[in-house]
Structures are given as structure tokens and as C-alpha cells.
């Protein structure tokens, strides 16, 4: 005789009933994400030095420049003084420009190079992340598989494995030179005029407010968009692998609406996410614009009460550009980053989980004593002629009951299948 409750983690299509997830340890996350990076240290710092680099050189582009301008504009403004034909310095002007020629090629060069040295690592990490994945699904318990979706499981190994390898890709590098970009352009600016500067700065405090208010947002979002994505590819794997049941039981109409229903609910999450994500770069677009048009004005009214030549002015409306474009993409990134943890976080899920053990496992949430003798006891009929199954109860959820109340005895020999829905 056997009573009791087996409960079992999970349920059977139990991430259906989640609420979409945000990131949950975020740092803890991105440090155990860094070291499946250890083997590739050395590639990885050699990236960023490169990037590094890059980035130094292009934010002095504007400061050189201005040199040029002000050539130009010095000779310019003698010649209509002295009432004489213009008379530029242009042999000056030329080695100026063939300098920040050299500077931007070497900048074009070193980008690329990062770039080949950030996809083979990235590629490297990712395929070490599936190799473990896949290993791990073949010492999963049967259980696993009947608590998670195909669709799920399916999701984690393709869609959050991508996410994964085009942040490695991508963001990691840019958001290491968009730190760097941001602070050698405020350098710049304040060693060409502290008071121009302020103007720029004003738009700080702004962008900040965005990336507070949108960032967690979008995170919430994405973490939804990702869930409600698993459930639609389980539903489009579950009707093309069971397509012939399906015909035959004419269950097209049901089958029909429950994907209707996981596409709508993946089109609403979706929309959510993107939406929501794409608000911070026109945002800081239009605070870029405005900083712009500040800029301009007191730089010309400047120019013409004479303490700041027209050079330093075409530099920092460069600069101005150059400082509200880090950060807009970090700002972006954020975003990716937010939506790339909440994938990792799902892949760390998969293999920490409890492998398999051998010999029949027992539950810890097993009701009692006698109902951990009666499993023990299981596959005994060569000393008894039937084992009864009285008033069991099982569920792999204990918000969810699959089966109460169940009585049926087996007799030797015999051969039982319980069948649910599914």
C-alpha cells in the first residue's frame, strides 16, 4: 500500500505560469560570465588596449582641427584688417590635415583589429557555455524534461546563447571605449574653455534621469519578451512534432488558438521591449540638439567679445557631439546588457540544476515514513502478488495537483500507464 504526496520542482509547462523575470543577481552573474572568458584573458586585454587606443586618438581629432581653423581664420581676419588678398598659411594647414588623416586610419585599422580579436573570443565562450549546456541536458533526470518545455529548453540553447555571443561581441568593447570617450572629451573640453565646458555638462543630470527611468523598464521587458519567445517555440515544436495527432484527433481550431494566443502574448512583450529600449537614443538625441544650439550661441557671442578664438568654438561643437555619443550608447547598451544577464541567467538555471542519481530517487517532500518504505519498496513482486496504490496524490507543483485521490492496484506481470493530458 502506498499514501502520500510525491511532489517534484517545477510542473509541466510551469515557466507558462511565471511572471516575466528580470535579472535577478546581476553582478554575481557577470562575474560567473567573465570566467568561462579566463582562457582568452590575455586576447581580451590586447582588445581593449587596441580599442583604447583607437579612442585616444580620434578624441584628439577635434583638438588638432582646431589648430587648422584657426589658421585659416587668423589669415582670414589680417588680410581684411590690412585691406590686402587673403593670405592663408595652407602648407601649415595641410600638414594638419594629413595628420589627422594618419590619426583616423590608425584609428579605422585598430577598430577592426579588436573587432576579429572580440569575435573569436566571444565565439569561444559561447561555445564552451553550449558544450557544458549540452552535457548537462544528457544528466538531467526525466523529471526536468517533464517539469520544462521543449520549447523552453529550446530557447535557452539558441535565442539566450545569441544574446550572449553578440554582447561579447559587441558591447563589452564599446562600452569599455565609450567610458574612455566620455572622460578624454571632458579632458579636452576643459583645457580648451572650463566656462564652454558647463554648457555641455548641463545635459548630465538629464541623461541620467533617462537611463534611471527607462533601463529598468526595458530589463523587465526583455526578460518577459525571452520567456513568452521560449513558450511560442514550444508551441511550433510541439505542433510539428505531433502534427499527425493532431489531425487525427482534429484538434487544428485548438491548436490554432493556443498559438494565436503564445503569438500575441510574445508580439505584446516584444513590443514592450523594443518600444521602450528605442525611447533613450531619441531622448538623448534631442538634449544632444539643444546642448548643440547652446553651444553655438554662447561660443559665437564669445567669439565675437574675443575670449575665445573661432577654433576653440568649431572643437568644442565637435566635442559636444562626441560627449553626448557615449553617453547615448551607453545608455543603449544598458539595455543590452540588461536583456544579455536575464539570458545568462536562464543558462545558469539549466546547469545548476540537480543531476541525476542512481537508484530510485526519493523525494525530501515525501509525506511520511511509511510512504518512503512503500517507494523503497517498489519492483518487490517476487514477494508479493500486487502492490495497491491507495489514495496517492502527486503533483510536480504544489500550487498545481495533477492526480488526488488515486486508488488502483497491479498485479504481477502487469504492465499500468497513467495518461494525462499532455
Same mark, same amino acid.
Given at each position: 500500500m502506498m499514501r502520500g504526496n510525491y511532489l517534484n520542482r517545477g510542473g509541466k509547462g510551469a515557466d507558462r505560469f511565471q511572471k516575466g523575470r528580470r535579472a535577478q543577481n546581476f553582478f554575481p552573474t557577470i562575474i560567473r560570465l567573465f570566467k568561462y572568458m579566463r582562457r582568452d584573458l590575455w586576447g581580451l586585454l590586447f582588445s581593449i588596449l587596441i580599442a583604447s587606443l583607437s579612442v585616444i586618438l580620434s578624441v584628439q581629432a577635434p583638438k588638432i582641427l582646431e589648430n587648422a581653423t584657426t589658421v585659416i581664420f587668423d589669415g582670414v581676419t589680417k588680410s581684411l584688417k590690412n585691406h590686402t588678398a587673403i593670405q592663408i598659411d595652407m602648407?601649415?594647414?595641410? /600638414?594638419? #590635415?594629413?595628420? @589627422?588623416?594618419? !590619426? +583616423?586610419?590608425?584609428?579605422? =585599422? &585598430?577598430?577592426? *583589429?579588436?573587432?576579429?580579436?572580440?569575435?573569436?573570443?566571444?565565439?569561444?565562450?559561447?561555445?564552451?557555455?553550449?558544450?557544458?549546456?549540452?552535457?548537462?541536458?544528457?544528466?538531467?533526470?526525466?523529471?526536468?524534461?517533464?517539469?520544462?518545455?521543449?520549447?523552453?529548453?529550446?530557447?535557452?540553447?539558441?535565442?539566450?546563447?545569441?544574446?550572449?555571443?553578440?554582447?561579447?561581441?559587441?558591447?563589452?568593447?564599446?562600452?569599455?571605449? /565609450?567610458? #574612455?570617450?566620455? @572622460?578624454?572629451? !571632458? +579632458?579636452?573640453?576643459?583645457? =580648451? &574653455?572650463?566656462? *564652454?565646458?558647463?554648457?555641455?555638462?548641463?545635459?548630465?543630470?538629464?541623461?541620467?534621469?533617462?537611463?534611471?527611468?527607462?533601463?529598468?523598464?526595458?530589463?523587465?521587458?526583455?526578460?518577459?519578451?525571452?520567456?513568452?519567445?521560449?513558450?511560442?517555440?514550444?508551441?511550433?515544436?510541439?505542433?510539428?512534432?505531433?502534427?499527425?495527432?493532431?489531425?487525427?484527433?482534429?484538434?487544428?481550431?485548438?491548436?490554432?488558438?493556443?498559438?494565436?494566443?503564445?503569438?500575441?502574448?510574445?508580439?505584446?512583450?516584444?513590443?514592450?521591449?523594443?518600444?521602450?529600449?528605442? *525611447?533613450?537614443?531619441?531622448?538623448?538625441?534631442?538634449?544632444?540638439?539643444?546642448?548643440?544650439?547652446?553651444?553655438?550661441?554662447?561660443?559665437?557671442?564669445?567669439?565675437?567679445?574675443?575670449?575665445?578664438?573661432?577654433?576653440?568654438?568649431?572643437?568644442?561643437?565637435?566635442?559636444?557631439?562626441?560627449?553626448?555619443?557615449?553617453?547615448?550608447?551607453?545608455?543603449?547598451?544598458?539595455n543590452t546588457i540588461q536583456a544579455t544577464v536575464a539570458s545568462a541567467e536562464r543558462i545558469f538555471e539549466v546547469l545548476d540544476e540537480k543531476e541525476m542519481t542512481d537508484g530510485i530517487p526519493v523525494s525530501e517532500k515525501v509525506a511520511d515514513e511509511s510512504s518512503k518504505k512503500a517507494v523503497s519498496n517498489l519492483g518487490a513482486t517476487d514477494k508479493t502478488d500486487f502492490i495497491n496504490f491507495d489514495q496517492v496524490a502527486f503533483s510536480y507543483n504544489e500550487n498545481q495537483s495533477l492526480m488526488t485521490d488515486v486508488n488502483f492496484s497491479v498485479e504481477v506481470g502487469q504492465m499500468i500507464a497513467i495518461v494525462g493530458p499532455t
Open positions: 602648407t601649415k594647414v595641410e /600638414s594638419i #590635415l594629413l595628420y @589627422v588623416m594618419v !590619426i +583616423y586610419l590608425i584609428s579605422f =585599422i &585598430s577598430g577592426i *583589429l579588436q573587432q576579429s580579436i572580440m569575435t573569436r573570443i566571444s565565439q569561444r565562450t559561447v561555445y564552451t557555455l553550449r558544450r557544458e549546456f549540452k552535457n548537462k541536458m544528457k544528466k538531467l533526470p526525466v523529471s526536468y524534461y517533464d517539469s520544462h518545455s521543449n520549447g523552453d529548453i529550446m530557447s535557452r540553447m539558441i535565442n539566450d546563447m545569441d544574446n550572449i555571443s553578440g554582447t561579447l561581441n559587441q558591447t563589452l568593447i564599446q562600452l569599455i571605449t /565609450s567610458l #574612455l570617450q566620455f @572622460v578624454g572629451t !571632458i +579632458y579636452f573640453m576643459l583645457t =580648451i &574653455s572650463w566656462q *564652454l565646458a558647463l554648457v555641455a555638462f548641463i545635459t548630465v543630470p538629464l541623461a541620467m534621469i533617462t537611463v534611471r527611468i527607462v533601463a529598468p523598464l526595458s530589463q523587465k521587458f526583455f526578460a518577459e519578451q525571452q520567456k513568452n519567445l521560449g513558450l511560442l517555440n514550444d508551441q511550433i515544436e510541439e505542433n510539428y512534432a505531433g502534427h499527425a495527432v493532431i489531425k487525427t484527433f482534429n484538434h487544428e481550431a485548438s491548436a490554432e488558438k493556443e498559438f494565436a494566443k503564445r503569438n500575441d502574448n510574445f508580439y505584446k512583450s516584444a513590443w514592450k521591449a523594443q518600444f521602450v529600449s528605442t *525611447l533613450i537614443y531619441p531622448t538623448m538625441r534631442f538634449v544632444n540638439n539643444l546642448d548643440y544650439l547652446a553651444m553655438a550661441v554662447i561660443g559665437g557671442l564669445k567669439v565675437i567679445s574675443g575670449t575665445v578664438n573661432l577654433g576653440d568654438v568649431q572643437a568644442m561643437l565637435q566635442y559636444t557631439n562626441q560627449f553626448a555619443q557615449p553617453i547615448t550608447n551607453i545608455s543603449n547598451m544598458l
